[in-house]
């Protein structure tokens, strides 16, 4: 029977390479992008030998009722993997009130309403799946990105409650949270600074898109049956 998997942002580091691990393994995918359809069109062309079905989907989820086009756009659902997400980073009093609003609602707002929404469809199935990438930050907190760190332990805590509502459903629901990791979300660093981050993780490097993608796999997979509710770190060990 075939599998359909959910992925937002999957223009962006660790959601393109959530859909080449899942098209590996065969999972049918919905391809949510907003502004970089570009890449979106190489992401095809590089998954275009694997015999399944791809869907883009374009929307906005940093709006209000963002979510709506997806919603309307997706059939069976097996899995959602919540890759969306964005880092205002700077004092927190020197953040505008547009920032603020627009990272609540892309991080907080939007997935708690894409998940409500298509909830109906992954209680069709005797097992689903929901992963959200969160942040090491929103379980311990960083400064100069207050605002991150307070949406990222927002989605922890939706996580963890939802988890508890919805496990006699069939649909287990789980967080990833990555330290640091080799994306564009990394590039307002200079090189000498990535240098002196990574003296602080224990294995002396950055996570890549690729490592970040196999623990999505492995929580989806029925090797994870038994795991619900959870935060599974992939930091390199820089929080324990």
């Given at each position: 029977?075939?599998?359909?998997?959910?992925?937002?942002?999957?223009?962006?580091?660790?959601?393109?390479?959530?859909?080449?691990?899942?098209?590996?393994?065969g999972w049918n995918l919905y391809l949510h992008y907003h502004s970089n359809e570009q890449r979106i069109v190489e992401l095809l062309t590089e998954l275009e030998n694997y015999p399944i079905e791809i869907i883009p989907i374009k929307a906005?989820?940093?709006?209000?009722?963002?979510?709506?086009?997806?919603?309307?756009?997706?059939?069976?659902?097996?899995?959602i993997v919540y890759s969306s997400g964005n880092a205002p980073f700077g004092l927190f009093c020197d953040l505008d009130d547009d920032t603020t609003e627009s990272a609540i609602q892309l991080h907080v707002k939007s997935p708690i309403k894409l998940i409500r929404n298509l909830l109906p469809k992954l209680m069709?199935?005797?097992?689903?799946?929901?992963?959200?990438?969160?942040?090491m930050w929103g379980?311990?907190?960083?400064?100069?990105?207050?605002?991150?760190?307070?949406?990222?332990?927002?989605?922890?805590?939706?996580?963890?409650?939802?988890?508890?509502?919805?496990?006699?459903?069939?649909?287990?629901?789980?967080?990833?949270?990555?330290?640091?990791?080799?994306?564009?979300?990394?590039?307002?660093?200079?090189?000498?600074?990535?240098?002196?981050?990574?003296?602080?993780?224990?294995?002396?490097?950055?996570?890549?898109p690729g490592e970040i993608a196999d623990t999505v796999s492995f929580l989806i997979s029925?090797?994870?049956?038994?795991?619900?509710?959870q935060v599974l770190a992939v930091n390199g060990g820089w929080y324990t």
């Open positions: 029977m075939k599998k359909f998997a959910l992925i937002t942002g999957a223009s962006g580091g660790i959601g393109a390479a959530t859909a080449k691990t899942l098209a590996k393994e906005d989820l940093s709006v209000d009722n963002g979510c709506k086009q997806i919603v309307e756009n997706i059939f069976q659902l097996d899995a069709r199935n005797s097992v689903s799946q929901i992963v959200i990438i969160s942040s379980q311990t907190g960083a400064a100069c990105e207050v605002i991150y760190s307070t949406v990222k332990g927002a989605q922890i805590s939706f996580a963890k409650a939802l988890s508890k509502e919805i496990a006699s459903s069939g649909v287990r629901v789980n967080c990833v949270a990555p330290g640091a990791v080799n994306t564009g979300m990394l590039h307002r660093f200079s090189r000498e600074e990535l240098e002196n981050l990574e003296e602080d993780i224990p294995l002396r490097r950055l996570a890549e029925e090797k994870a049956s038994y795991i619900t509710g």
